[in-house]
């Protein structure tokens, strides 16, 4: 069984997020701000990082490139809504700086599964932005 951790300042998305994914069958642990997601990637190792990046304490971009530099074949899955466009720029940071895909809240759980399933499996980006809509 994969194991996913998610990362995400917003407790009832973190929640929603871990209960989707826990019925869709992965372990799923959680993290409210990236040092706690940093400390549980550490004990954990899990399959998967879901992280946000906009959080109090330490950012997901921090989470990516600390991941990315320590862990380079960890698998990331960059998530935000970043507000007014900025989400936009925000995601296509996190990709340069080793995110394997990124998701542009709200997306629907739909998504969230089929990007899981694929990152997961390895199979290639298929959107031609490289942002999951």
Excluded: W
């Excluded at 490139?65 to 960890?74: K, R, V, Y």
């Excluded at 935000?80 to 895909?101: D, I, N, P």
Aim: hydrophobic letters at 40%; a negative charge; one cysteine or more.
């Amino acid at each position: 069984m994969k194991t996913i951790l998610v990362i995400d300042d917003d407790r009832d998305f973190r929640t929603l997020l871990a209960r989707v994914l826990g019925a869709a069958g992965y372990t799923v642990a959680t993290a409210a701000d990236g040092q706690e997601g940093l400390n549980q990637f550490a004990t954990l190792l899990p399959d998967l990082v879901l992280t946000d990046l906009c959080m109090p304490v330490k950012e997901g971009i921090e989470v990516i490139t600390e991941l990315h530099s320590t862990h380079p074949q960890t698998k990331i899955i960059a998530m935000s809504s970043g507000g007014q466009g900025g989400h936009t720029v925000y995601l296509k940071l996190a990709k340069k700086l080793g995110a394997t895909r990124q998701l542009e809240k709200p997306f629907s759980i739909q998504d969230l599964l089929i990007t899981v399933r694929e990152v997961l499996e390895d199979k290639p980006d298929a959107t031609h932005d490289g942002l999951t809509r």
